[in-house]
T-cell receptor, first 114, second 110 residues
Framework: DARVTQTPRHKVTEMGQEVTMRCQPI?????VFWYRQTMMQGLELLAY????????DSGMPKDRFSAEMPDATLATLKIQPSEPRDSAVYFC????????????FGPGTRLTVL | EDQVTQSPEALRLQEGESSSLNCSYT??????LFWYRQDPGKGPEFLFT???AGEEKEKERLKATLTKKESFLHITAPKPEDSATYLC???????????FGAGTRLAVHP
């Protein structure tokens, strides 16, 4: 049963600390997306990669957020330093390479910054 | 600017009471419209993709339809297990960027 996995599922940290979230896309999918979901803003795209190269990170605060794909089976989203306004659920999704292909979402990482 | 609006925000139904959810969109060039279901504490689960006006897709009690301005998710004889938030999203232009609506929270009571 192919699915996107994310770790950790929950993270509580203090303001100023570094947070790293990890995602394993579905095997064979070469497009990976990071989304953030809050009650106020809903689901927002932060960044996406194709073949491990970043294609769009315009939704991401550049001064504190960074996203990478060290290899085809791992995507990371890092926040340094974290702030209380970063509290949200962060989802990773993956898709095949063709345009407008269906995106499959992971279970999310619920981040709380105190 | 591309925009997706879902209505109603919340819907309460009795088991067996059929209804429809609406997703209206304004995009420069629609390349795909997606319906997802999201349960509390979980990620969005893919339901349907529609690519062109007139297209319809069905899955169990759900049927999605698409026109040039909106999509409907019809729920026939719903059951309590259909309770969830239903999200609509579109892809337009040259990117794979999904633009989501705010969702409709559906509660089906026995």
């Amino acid at each position: 049963d192919a699915r996107v996995t994310q770790t950790p599922r929950h993270k509580v940290t203090e303001m100023g600390q570094e947070v790293t979230m990890r995602c394993q896309p579905i095997l064979g999918h070469n497009t990976v997306f990071w989304y953030r979901q809050t009650m106020m803003q809903g689901l927002e795209l932060l960044a996406y990669f194709r073949n491990r190269a970043p294609l769009d990170d315009s939704g991401m605060p550049k001064d504190r957020f960074s996203a990478e794909m060290p290899d085809a089976t791992l995507a990371t989203l890092k926040i340094q330093p974290s702030e209380p306004r970063d509290s949200a659920v962060y989802f990773c999704a993956s898709a095949l390479s063709q345009d407008a292909d269906t995106q499959y979402f992971g279970p999310g990482t619920r981040l709380t910054v105190l | 600017e591309d925009q997706v609006t879902q209505s109603p925000e919340a819907l309460r139904l009795q088991e067996g009471e059929s209804s429809s959810l609406n997703c209206s969109y304004t995009v420069s060039g629609l390349r795909g419209l997606f319906w997802y279901r999201q349960d509390p504490g979980k990620g969005p689960e893919f339901l349907f993709t529609l690519y062109s006006a007139g297209e319809e897709k069905e899955k169990e009690r759900l049927k999605a339809t698409l026109t040039k301005k909106e999509s409907f998710l019809h729920i026939t004889a719903p059951k309590p297990e259909d309770s969830a938030t239903y999200l609509c999203a579109v892809i337009s232009g040259g990117y794979n960027k999904l633009i989501f609506g705010a969702g409709t929270r559906l509660a089906v009571h026995p």
